[in-house]
């Protein structure tokens, strides 16, 4: 049974850089990670997708091991508005199936 | 350039209604997924359709709840004879191909079920 695991919080100062990483077992060669920022009440916001080696956009980057049992997402120079809940979707393409993480709660004091 | 439109926003329902919950997708995306978001818990996929084809249905409850994707019009989530347990956000996403697409997400409907 697929499934993704991380961890339920993590905290962090401005200024540094914040390392979240999920453990997905069971993952195909061309499955993609995502991941999502979600903020109190409001709806998950997509920050950053790949399915191999690395992948570097303007707010992050997601590492890929080539085992592909775990991802990275690495958050550069934190502030406190990067205060949220960071969630990982696993997309498998045999059987189509979804399988978000529970969640990591990142707080980012001053 | 719209996002994902889910409407109401909030709603109130007693025990024993109906709740019918809308999605717009953003346009061009004919994928939707929905899903379920207890309080002080993470996203729970429930059920992802393409237009008119309910593809993955396996995170939905076997009673009560029910999603369609007509060829016009949002995606519906229909919850019958709600009981205080669904009381929760749920969210829409849709993309624009497949599955392993990213998905936009709405801003998600709040339900309370006294």
């Known amino acids: 049974l697929a499934k993704t695991t991380q961890p339920i919080s993590m905290d962090s100062y401005e200024g540094q850089e914040v390392n979240i990483t999920c453990s997905h077992n069971?993952?195909?060669?061309?499955?993609?990670i995502t991941w999502y920022q979600q903020f109190p009440s409001q709806g998950p916001r997509f920050i950053i997708q790949?399915?191999?080696t690395k992948v570097t956009n303007e707010v992050a980057s997601l590492f890929i091991p080539a085992d592909r049992k775990s991802s990275t997402l690495s958050l550069p120079r934190v502030s406190l508005s990067d205060t949220a809940v960071y969630y990982c979707l696993a997309s498998m393409e045999y059987g189509n199936k979804l399988v978000f993480g529970a969640g990591t709660i990142l707080r980012v004091k001053s | 350039n719209a996002g994902v439109m889910q409407n109401p926003r909030h709603l109130v329902r007693r025990r024993g209604q109906e709740a019918r919950l809308r999605c717009s997708p953003m346009k061009g995306h004919s994928h939707v997924y929905w899903y379920r978001q207890l309080p002080e818990e993470g996203l729970k996929f429930m059920v992802y359709?393409?237009?008119?084809?309910?593809?993955?249905e396996s995170g939905m409850p076997k009673e009560r709840f029910s999603a369609e994707f007509p060829k016009e019009g949002p995606s519906i989530l229909r919850i019958q004879q709600v009981v205080r347990g669904d009381s929760a956000a749920y969210f829409c996403?849709?993309?624009?191909?497949?599955?392993?697409?990213?998905?936009?997400f709405g801003p998600g409907t709040r339900l309370t079920v006294l």
């Open positions: 359709l393409q237009k008119e084809n309910i593809i993955d």
């Open positions: 069971n993952i195909a060669t061309n499955d993609y």
């Open positions: 790949g399915y191999k």
């Open positions: 996403a849709s993309s624009p191909r497949d599955f392993a697409d990213t998905q936009y």
